[in-house]
């Protein structure tokens, strides 16, 4: 699977939208963009996923740039709760369900009041 | 949605001593995984177990520390044996979720080891 970068920690003000880049320039062609986040003290949580196209969910909206290289999670009004570690990670699109999700370091997403 | 559930939620236990981890989700699943997070560090993924056959274990974990259990689609346990401050970690349990286009994660059992 396609490594990727994220920058270590992000500040954000409650209310305004978090926008959290991540780039996977060596992602292949059969690949999705997923982002998880770990609130402190929890499991990962899902938040979205898409392959070619922007996606947008009740939690949050993903960017996918046209050549794939990056993307941008996009959390349109943070919160306090919205603090967390923020895992962008790419997979093979294969059927099934074993497959791997490697977990990289994240972004640690501050929400300050 | 899955839902899962781990036990003991923390714990605190001497070196050279076991510690079993049990993890519930509340439907039937095939594949379930466990993942380690050491302190400060992200999640690395342990093994993956199958019902009904022996679990799968990455590099660097082997069946003897860290044998697994899983007897039926709903429930897996997780052995930490011998333990040394080391294996002070958050253990997770994991799932597939519908057409495996999601994982979901159990609350993790926070062990510490002296």
């Known amino acids: 699977d396609a490594k990727t970068t994220q920058p270590p920690s992000m500040d954000c003000a409650e209310g305004r939208a978090a926008n959290l880049p991540c780039n996977h320039s060596?992602?292949?062609?059969?690949?999705?963009v997923y982002w998880y986040r770990q609130i402190h003290s929890q499991g990962p949580q899902y938040i979205i996923h898409g392959l070619k196209n922007n996606e947008t969910n009740e939690m949050a909206s993903l960017i996918i740039t046209e050549d794939r290289k990056s993307s941008t999670l996009i959390l349109p009004h943070a919160t306090l709760r919205d603090t967390a570690v923020y895992y962008c990670i790419v997979r093979v699109a294969e059927g099934g369900s074993n497959y791997k999700l490697t977990f990289g370091k994240g972004t640690l997403l501050t929400v300050n009041p | 949605s899955a839902v899962i559930s781990q036990k003991p939620s923390r714990d605190i236990c001497q070196r050279g001593t076991s510690l079993t981890i049990q993890c519930q989700v509340d439907s039937q699943v095939t594949m379930m995984f466990w993942y380690r997070q050491q302190p400060g560090q992200s999640l690395t993924l342990i093994a993956t177990a199958n019902q009904g056959s022996e679990a799968t274990y990455e590099s660097g974990f082997v069946i003897d520390k860290f044998p697994i259990s899983r007897p039926n689609l709903t429930f897996s346990t997780l052995t930490v044996s011998n333990m040394s401050p080391e294996d002070s970690s958050i253990y997770l349990c994991s799932v597939e979720g519908e057409l495996g286009l999601r994982r979901y994660f159990g609350p993790g059992t926070r062990l510490t080891v002296t």
């Open positions: 060596t992602i292949s062609g059969n690949e999705y």
